[in-house]
């Protein structure tokens, strides 16, 4: 068994503001960033022609060789919370996800012989994943302000990474005598992307009545 993996990345702090009764609040509140997966390396493995591989158990291969690159770290959150106040001016913005790292490259040469016994157990498993994306950070903006200006937006979440090159080049014999046994099996994939987390605004729809129904029907257009 040969086996490469890249660590994933961190998680990003989570971010919060809060103010209360003022005449004015202005208020922003930024998610910290998931980290990006650590990198893969290469695997290589060699079966000379003198080498004799024999397994007996179910899911047990003769050669395996993988490399799977770190997925992305989740983003942190960011949320704004204004109390009493005549007017308020917030921001709240999710993080950005990290993104996740290519698979490295896996190369099987096989040039003796190998026996499987069992189910499920493939002479030759050669395999490369690339890392998923990070999920991007929920943003929340709540205010109790007579008048509210701003908003939540979550940044992207992080992309995923695609699966390096495979390669198996094989001159010896392969036996395998259960169902479900492959004599050779090779596969690249590639990550997923990371999941949007949602956004959040809400404030009650108070106004002075010299602005009362115009801004009252431009806010509730605006958010909900």
Known sequence: ???????????????????????????????????DGGKSDFVHVTNFDTGEILTKGDNSYGIFAQSIGGGGGAAGAGSTETGSAETSVSLAIGGLGGVGSRGGDVTVDNHGKITTLGYLSHGIFAQSVGGGGGASGAAANTSKADMTIGGAASLPSGDGSNGGHVIVNN???????????????????????GCHRFRHHHHPWRTRAWRGRAIGRWRWRLWR
């Open 1 to 35: 068994m040969a086996q490469s993996i890249g660590g994933s990345g961190g998680v990003g702090g989570a971010s919060g503001t809060s103010a209360k009764d003022s005449n004015v609040a202005i208020t922003l509140s930024l998610g910290g960033a998931g980290g």
């Open 171 to 193: 001159d010896g014999a392969i036996e395998t005598w259960k169902d479900g046994a492959l004599g050779i099996f090779a596969q690249s994939i590639g990550g997923g992307g």
